[in-house]
């Protein structure tokens, strides 16, 4: 990721940490739940808690730009434990079309092309050291 691109990141979540947690949650769950109906079960009954999980992960990563390096192991163990969830590499890129649009939704008409770049980017990012971590595990 470049430094405009952090930029980027870190301004527009500013717009979106400020809006309900759960609400956030609930839209990007919906949005990847409508698109791929069988990742569901792969998810408690009531996501209440998992809408607030994503919510604070995303902040915890977004705060950390540019010393990603320092989430490294955070992010390779967050992996692991996906792997056991029944996480499988080709569910990253659904997660990352459920992300991409809930925040386009989310920031309104101050979404635009270089924020769905540096959203892209930042996604990529992450997503990739998770899919290597996750290589790491046996899958079931």
């Given at each position: 990721m470049t430094k405009d691109q952090?930029?980027?990141?870190k301004?527009?979540?500013r717009i979106l940490r400020d809006v309900d947690h759960a609400l956030i949650g609930n839209v990007f769950y919906t949005k990847l739940f409508f698109d791929h109906p069988k990742l569901e079960k792969m998810f408690p009954e009531d996501m209440g808690q998992?809408?607030?999980k994503v919510v604070d992960m995303l902040?915890?990563?977004?705060a950390r730009l540019g010393t990603a390096y320092e989430m490294n192991e955070e992010i390779?163990?967050?992996?692991?434990?996906?792997?056991?969830?029944?996480?499988?590499?080709?569910?990253?890129?659904y997660?990352?079309?459920?992300l991409l649009w809930t925040i386009e939704k989310g920031l309104g008409t101050d979404w635009n092309e270089k924020i769905r770049e540096a959203w892209s980017a930042c996604y990529?990012?992450?997503s990739g050291?998770?899919?290597?971590?996750s290589k790491q595990v046996q899958y079931k």
């Open positions: 952090i930029t980027l990141v301004n527009s979540w998992q809408y607030l902040s915890t990563i977004v390779k163990a967050l992996a692991q434990r996906h792997v056991g969830y029944g996480v499988r590499p080709e569910h990253y890129q997660l990352k079309t459920a990529d990012m992450i050291i998770m899919i290597e971590a």
